[in-house]
Nanobody, 124 residues
Framework: QVQLVESGGGLVQAGESVTLSCVESGRPFTTYQMGWFRQAPGKEREFVAAINWSGIKISYADSVKGRFTISRDNAKNTVYLQMNSVKPEDTAAYSC?????????????????WGQGTAVTVSS
């Protein structure tokens, strides 16, 4: 079974930076495209970023483009989300997810495995 464990969330001031990590275990990490999603209180889950197995193909939601960076270290079975210039509207529970699809996807329904999430709260 694949397990995903996120870390790195917390309380940050607007304009600051925070980096989230997600460690995968259970299957070869390079099998999977990895994604980050977020869900704010009272809102639907939304796509944040995705990265293919090699790290060459990357996709971002428009709302985070230019501020967030997704990356992966296949030797450490870890995917990262570096969040710069955070805004109060970035406050959400952030979850990483894995899919065996080769082409990048922003659809949560196409991800097979999910972590439990880590909360990020941005104060103004």
């Amino acid at each position: 079974q694949v397990q995903l464990v996120e870390s790195g969330g917390g309380l940050v001031q607007a304009g600051e930076s925070v980096t989230l990590s997600c460690v995968e275990s259970g299957r070869p990490f390079t099998t999977y495209q990895m994604g980050w999603f977020r869900q704010a209180p009272g809102k639907e889950r939304e796509f944040v970023a995705a990265i293919n197995w090699s790290g060459i193909k990357i996709s971002y939601a428009d709302s985070v483009k230019g501020r967030f960076t997704i990356s992966r270290d296949n030797a450490k079975n870890t995917v990262y989300l570096q969040m710069n210039s955070v805004k109060p509207e970035d406050t959400a529970a952030y979850s990483c997810a894995a899919t065996g699809l080769a082409e990048l996807t922003m659809s949560a329904r196409e991800y097979d495995y999910w972590g439990q999430g880590t909360a990020v709260t941005v104060s103004s």
